[in-house]
């Protein structure tokens, strides 16, 4: 499931991260990647350790714990810390690869993460940088991603994916990982189809009608049956 998760992201939210940024020190990108994405990755990244680290991910992980949307469609078991990356100058793309299945946990020996579910979040405006889409090639093909700040886009960890190219500007992100509660991209997405359909069948009739009722039991005994907690 390819998904745009909209304003997951306060203004206020953004605009104090863009200024933390905007004075940071960025590092080679190709110090958390693995020996096939390294030959293909050119971008700068927050570095592991930076003061301003903890504070920017706790910002982007507050935002997601309220926001409904990216609950319903990740069902999020755990979230890997999110980094935070650039994309100018000379150090402005990164090519076709596929991410690393298991992630280890930064500062928890031997803690190991699958990744499900993989995240970016747009830190910059569209008209701030030309190029930078995210290219997502799913059953339907290319899908080519540049979203409004404060947005975010969800897609399954299998994805062959790229950046392309910042030729002015420069792209800022936070990206992440997440273990879902149902490993299966299939499953997850008709949980999230059952939930969106359940949502708006509750604002037409109320939440004690039968059918309502019904139906929020077989999502939950579906989501029983395949959830990993």
């Not at 096939?36 to 991910?57: C, D, F, I, V, W």
Request: glycine share 8%.
């Amino acid at each position: 499931m390819l998904l745009h998760v909209a304003q997951v992201l306060t203004p206020q939210e953004l605009a104090g991260m863009r200024e933390t940024l905007a004075g940071a020190s960025w590092g080679d990108g190709r110090a958390t990647s693995g020996a096939q994405s390294a030959h293909a990755k050119n971008n700068e990244q927050l570095a592991q350790g930076r003061p301003e680290l903890p504070g920017l991910q706790q910002t982007v992980l507050t935002a997601l714990n309220r926001h409904a949307t990216f609950f319903s469609a990740a069902l999020p078991r755990r979230i890997l810390p999110p980094m935070f990356n650039r994309y100018a100058g000379a150090a402005n793309a990164f090519g076709n690869h596929i991410d690393n299945a298991i992630r280890y946990l930064p500062g928890r020996q031997g803690e190991r993460v699958r990744t499900d579910i993989s995240c970016t979040l747009f830190l910059a405006e569209p008209d701030e940088y030309d190029g930078g889409e995210l290219v997502i090639e799913d059953t339907y093909g290319a899908q080519r991603v540049k979203l409004p700040a404060g947005d975010m886009v969800i897609y399954p960890g299998t994805s062959v994916h790229r950046v392309e190219p910042v030729t002015r500007g420069a792209r800022l992100a936070s990206f992440f990982w997440v273990e879902s509660m149902v490993r299966s991209d299939e499953q997850r997405s008709l949980l999230f189809a059952m939930d969106m359909h359940l949502m708006r069948l509750r604002e037409t009739v109320g939440e004690t009608e039968a059918a309502v009722i019904g139906l929020t039991g077989t999502y939950h005994n579906l989501l029983r049956l395949w959830a990993d907690v």
